[in-house]
T-cell receptor, first 114, second 121 residues
């Protein structure tokens, strides 16, 4: 199993500012995914970065991965009130057997103030 | 196409009763996961099904919890003799491998259902 630990636990910023969330993990991975959750319901996949990638962009999202430090960061630029949500990382281990088991952390609760 | 669906969306039950929660994964997805999330907490892994392999039940908190997946599609999570501490949102997710078997390997993006909010009185 893999487990991601997000940091900080809570983050409050003004609209238009950038938000940075970090994720650390302990074992080897072949990719890492970030998810978003609104109002305690289902998670939505945001972005996936593979272990052979160092940075990836998707719209206002920028994800970095440092496998030597076993860490990743999610940057949301020009934040909006609608970005208010909890954000989770999900490290994914090696193997083609499909026996991945995602162990999500408690997430980072982001609040964007209008 | 349709996403992952779960039913019921809300369930209120009395302590000691049994409940069944249903998950309809995305058609063709071979993997299915159940999670539990208590208020303000992270997701707690419960059980994982992958194709015809034996499920990984290592996250089930007690023998009151069981799950099955019929025909590799629909899954039912059953909680017997419910307790108040079972109150939580139960989330189901399905996935299918993407990518290649070489290089950085396969990846499994999970698609989540909206969850079932269980309240045990």
């Amino acid at each position: 199993s893999q487990q991601g630990e997000e940091d900080p636990q809570a983050l409050s910023i003004q609209e238009g500012e950038n938000a940075t969330m970090n994720c650390s993990y302990k074992t080897s991975i072949n990719n890492l995914q970030w998810y978003r959750q609104n109002s305690g319901r289902g998670l939505v996949h945001l972005i996936l970065i593979r272990s052979n990638e160092r940075e990836k962009h998707s719209g206002r999202l920028r994800v970095t991965l440092d496998t030597s430090k076993k860490s990743s960061s999610l940057l949301i630029t020009a934040s909006r009130a609608a970005d208010t949500a909890s954000y989770f990382c999900a490290p994914t281990g090696f193997g083609n057997s499909g026996t991945y088991k995602y162990i999500f952390g408690t997430g980072t609760r982001l609040k964007v103030l209008a | 196409g349709a996403g992952v669906s779960q039913s019921p969306s809300n369930k209120v039950t009395e302590k000691g009763k049994d409940v069944e929660l249903r998950c309809d994964p995305i058609s063709g997805h071979t993997a299915l996961y159940w999670y539990r999330q208590s208020l303000g907490q992270g997701l707690e892994f419960l059980i994982y099904f992958q194709g015809n392999s034996a499920p990984d039940k290592s996250g089930l908190p007690s023998d009151r919890f069981s799950a099955e997946r019929t025909g590799g599609s629909v899954s039912t999570l059953t909680i017997q003799r419910t307790q108040q501490e079972d109150s939580a949102v139960y989330l189901c997710a399905s996935s299918i491998p993407t990518g290649t078997s070489g290089g950085a390997g396969l990846s499994y993006e999970q698609f989540f259902g909206p969850g079932t909010r269980l309240t045990v009185l």
